[in-house]
């Protein structure tokens, strides 16, 4: 079969093109290349996208997904990555780079991921983190990451094998076991409405609940966590959280509220606001 005629029968052209990289382990551009895809192949491509056209995450269906360029382990136990996420993690390099040329009061530079799911935060900063060591001796990192879910913590168990990164993993309802201060926190946390969920997205109904909700009015976790974070920044510390497009302006009030300094917004690619850096 050709692929455009799997294409047509699936009725999913993007869905169509990323089963296809996983059932023959190939690069996105060889799929394009391949010019008859067997009966056995377009069989199991079109059942696993008829389970996802009935709702659920390809992510889950295939077992992993890309999250700044590199494979992840995902599973119905964590939050599909978006890609979303990746403007936190940009912005998450750059500080940690400005950081290595002006030193932190730790004798180990320390990040905490929290709210880590299957870790893909914590685990691309080891990444840079490793690469600054390799360059530099002196500079040492310290990455933990915690969440409130052992089935999700065991998934970025799984991801930090994968990716080789050596990372602290801890089990605790936000910050309530979690010990030391922090150069850098960065957080993804729940932040859906409680009525909002699913309303656009049925994919997201499969999704952990408690990934997704943030309260009535999404804000819960910004409180709570803005509540305690301070004891646990180092002076020039950071908290980066992800917000939804229209929470900017209630997550920086919050801030003021709880007697942080400067508070600066960041977009997305769509141009929606996305990260709010928060500084003590
Ligand atoms: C939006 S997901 C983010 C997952 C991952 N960081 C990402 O960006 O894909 C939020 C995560 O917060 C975790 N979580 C929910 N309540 C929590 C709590 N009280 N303490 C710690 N983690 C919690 C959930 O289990 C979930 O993994």
């Not at 998450?92 to 530079?109: F, H, Q, R, V």
């Not at 993804?188 to 409680?194: A, C, F, K, M």
Request: proline share 3%.
């Amino acid at each position: 079969m050709k692929l455009a005629q799997l294409i047509a029968q699936t009725g999913e052209h993007e869905a169509t093109i990323q089963v296809l990289c996983h059932l023959l382990e190939a690069e996105r551009t060889n799929v394009f290349l391949i010019k008859d895809i067997s009966e056995s192949v377009a069989k199991e491509a079109i059942k696993i996208i008829d389970q996802y056209k009935k709702g659920t995450p390809l992510a889950y269906l295939l077992g992993s997904t890309y999250f700044y360029n590199r494979k992840f382990i995902v599973t119905p136990a964590v939050l599909v990555p978006r890609h979303d996420t990746e403007v936190l993690v940009e912005l998450a390099e750059k500080k940690i780079i400005a950081d290595s040329l002006l030193g932190s009061e730790n004798p180990t530079y320390q990040i905490l991921d929290l709210c880590c799911g299957s870790g893909i935060i914590g685990i691309s900063l080891a990444y840079l983190c490793d690469w600054l060591h390799h360059n530099n001796r002196e500079l040492r990192y310290e990455i933990t990451a915690v969440d409130y879910s052992p089935e999700a913590l065991a998934v970025a168990a799984q991801n930090a094998s994968l990716h080789h990164a050596d990372i602290n993993l801890v089990y605790s309802d936000l910050l309530e076991d979690v010990h030391g201060k922090f150069d850098l926190l960065v957080c993804n946390p729940p932040y859906v409405r409680t009525a909002d969920i699913g309303v656009e997205d049925k994919w997201v109904l499969k999704e952990p609940h408690m990934a997704l909700d943030g309260g009535i009015d999404g804000l819960y976790f910004y409180r709570r966590i803005l509540a305690t974070a301070k004891k646990h920044l180092t002076t020039h510390g950071m908290i980066m959280f992800e917000i939804g497009y229209d929470q900017a302006a209630a997550v920086e009030q919050i801030a003021l509220e709880h007697g942080y300094s400067m508070v600066k917004v960041y977009k997305d690619l769509a141009n929606r606001n996305r990260v709010v850096t928060i500084r003590v």
